[in-house]
């Protein structure tokens, strides 16, 4: 059993549709944690947020992608522009850490009769859209460029590797720059 009434009338349903979450209660907010494969990229933890009785229920993917390089924030954000005016009800920001996170709320006058039925909607809606935007994300984050302006859905596994290795080669560079500051510590100027 939930703590809010919400999250008990979003879990019932998902239990009737066998779609699998996990409840996760570690503050004054519930958290239903349910996961996206997306096809050719991550499973995504795309969180059901409550914070009271009522049926306002905020859905959130936090860190879609951590620390946007700041030589990539520019890129990264004209994408972001672009899905959110592609997409009418999802924003996609990025936080003051550079985590690129996913919003999405549900209708506040959304009836207890319904809730459950719109959660899973609003769910499998969130996902398509993660899937559609998430190479376009990675190659604005990576700085990698697309074959012919189009995703080349062949060569999802090529795709995927460069993604992996440009991710690579920043997390290096971002740890030389550490050491490289860590090497200056208690030298006097």
């Excluded at 008990?8 to 239990?15: E, G």
């Excluded at 958290?31 to 306002?56: A, C, E, K, M």
């Excluded at 499998?124 to 859209?129: A, E, T």
């Excluded at 935007?133 to 700085?143: I, Q, T, V």
């Amino acid at each position: 059993m939930c703590i809010y009434k919400a999250n008990d009338l979003l879990t019932a349903y998902f239990d009737s549709k066998d779609l699998h979450y996990i409840v996760e209660s570690p503050d004054e907010t519930e958290r239903l944690h349910v996961f996206y494969p997306v096809p050719n990229g991550p499973t995504i933890d795309i969180q059901f947020i409550s914070r009271d009785d009522d049926n306002s229920v905020a859905l959130r993917v936090f860190s879609l992608f951590n620390k946007v390089r700041i030589d990539r924030e520019a890129e990264v954000l004209r994408v972001i522009n672009r899905l959110n005016h592609e997409y009418r009800y999802v924003k996609f920001c990025l936080d003051s850490d550079y985590d690129l996170l996913v919003e999405y709320d549900i209708p506040n006058e959304t009836g207890d009769e319904t809730l459950g039925a719109v959660g899973t909607e609003m769910f499998m809606r969130l996902g398509k859209i993660l899937g559609d935007s998430y190479s376009d994300l990675a190659c604005a984050m990576y700085g990698l460029v697309k074959k012919n302006g189009e995703n080349d859905e062949s060569d999802y596994p090529t795709f995927l590797r460069r993604c992996l290795e440009a991710a690579r080669i920043n997390d290096d560079e971002d740890e030389e720059n550490d050491e490289e500051n860590d090497d200056t510590d208690g030298i006097d100027a």
